[in-house]
């Protein structure tokens, strides 16, 4: 069954550090992949996805292949970062259902001052 | 315009009772799932409807789940005989079914159950 991991439970940065979540998958076909976020007290909402190669509030994800990784990245954390993060893969086993969401556990990232 | 939303936000049930709870997708979406998340765990997907059916019902744990969507708008999930491990975060998600690697998912608020 396909997987994706997110090796840490909590990350901790100060502000103005760099910083990278995570995240690895199985699955053998061509992966479709994105983060979720999820701030205090609000919903799930979209990050960004490999498909769309796009920056978003200065984040951002290269699918590696070979690492089977989708690692999401930020040069400058700030405060407003600190939520929860979770990769994501959508497909099912035979390559089909790419409806199905597959998610990690999530990383809490905390942004300290 | 406003986005999914999900009735009740809280409910705490017997163990052995029946609960339903509901989702109200974006208007015009066709897709509408459900996800349900535990405690320290990710959403996990329980059901996925195109239209008025069922498309995937892979992810209900057993028969004591089941799901419906009978206007291909509103869905409510039903949990009979609730067990203390049915406590969770049930979450509601819809979409424009577009091309593959573009389907974004809005979710609602979720609904929290907690069976005594």
């Known amino acids: 069954a396909q997987r994706v991991t997110q090796p840490e439970k909590l990350l901790s940065v100060f502000k103005g550090a760099p910083v990278e979540l995570k995240c690895n998958y199985s699955?053998?076909?061509?992966?479709?992949l994105f983060w979720y976020v999820q701030y205090s007290r609000q919903r799930l909402q979209l990050l960004l996805r490999h498909i769309s190669r796009e920056s978003i509030k200065g984040f951002t994800a290269d699918l590696n292949k070979g690492e089977t990784s989708f690692h999401l990245k930020k040069p400058f954390a700030q405060e407003e970062d600190s939520a929860m993060y979770y990769c994501a893969h959508a497909g099912g086993d035979s390559g089909g259902s790419n409806y199905k969401l597959t998610f990690g556990k999530g990383t809490l990232l905390t942004v300290n001052p | 315009g406003a986005g999914v939303s999900q009735t009740p936000s809280n409910k705490v049930t017997e163990k052995g009772k029946y609960v339903e709870l509901r989702c109200d997708p974006i208007?015009?979406?066709?897709?509408l799932y459900w996800y349900r998340q535990s405690l320290g765990q990710g959403p996990e997907f329980l059901i996925y409807?195109?239209?008025?059916?069922?498309?995937?019902d892979s992810g209900l744990p057993n028969d004591r789940f089941f799901a419906v969507r009978p206007e291909g708008s509103v869905s409510t999930l039903k949990i009979q005989r609730t067990e203390r491990g049915d406590s969770a975060v049930y979450l509601c998600?819809?979409?424009?079914?577009?091309?593959?690697?573009?389907?974004?998912?809005?979710f609602g608020p979720g609904t929290r159950l907690t069976v005594l």
């Open positions: 998600a819809s979409s424009l079914l577009r091309l593959a690697g573009d389907n974004e998912q809005f």
């Open positions: 699955y053998s076909g061509s992966p479709e």
């Open positions: 409807f195109q239209g008025t059916g069922a498309a995937d």
């Open positions: 208007s015009g979406h066709t897709a």
